[in-house]
């Protein structure tokens, strides 16, 4: 299993920063695509920016030029800039990666995707 644990969210006023960081940890696994989502009050979860292992960054037009995403591949650890935030950013922020994992059991890599708990994200204006 990889399991996934968001930190960096809080309160902040319209026009502020913050920065999201998420690290990837368990069983022996090779991460593909790792990135964000978020689900705001009353909508379905979408696409915020995701990241592959070759070095591709793809965002959600609502977020280009204002989030930047990145990744630390030796930490397993992705990131998340958020710049000039603006009260329709409030939404609960998730973590997702996918790639393989070794199954200790069965000593045989399998394909997983995973997703972290969220940290929320609150833009006042």
């Known amino acids: 299993q990889v399991q996934l644990v968001e930190s960096g969210g809080g309160l902040v006023q319209s026009g502020g920063s913050l920065r999201l960081s998420c690290p990837a940890s368990g069983s022996p696994f090779r991460i593909n695509v790792m990135g964000w989502y978020r689900q705001g009050p009353g909508k379905e979860r979408e696409l915020v920016a995701t990241?592959?292992?070759?070095?591709?960054?793809n965002y959600a037009e609502s977020v280009l030029g204002r989030f930047t995403a990145s990744r630390d591949n030796a930490k397993n650890t992705v990131y998340l800039q958020m710049n000039s935030l603006k009260p329709e950013d409030t939404a609960v922020y998730h973590c997702?990666?996918?790639?393989?994992?070794?199954?200790?059991?069965?000593?045989?890599?399998?394909?997983?995707?995973?997703w972290g708990q969220g940290t929320q994200v609150t833009v006042s204006s």
């Open positions: 990241t592959t292992s070759g070095g591709s960054t």
């Open positions: 997702y990666a996918d790639g393989r994992v070794l199954g200790l059991a069965t000593m045989a890599w399998a394909d997983f995707r995973s």
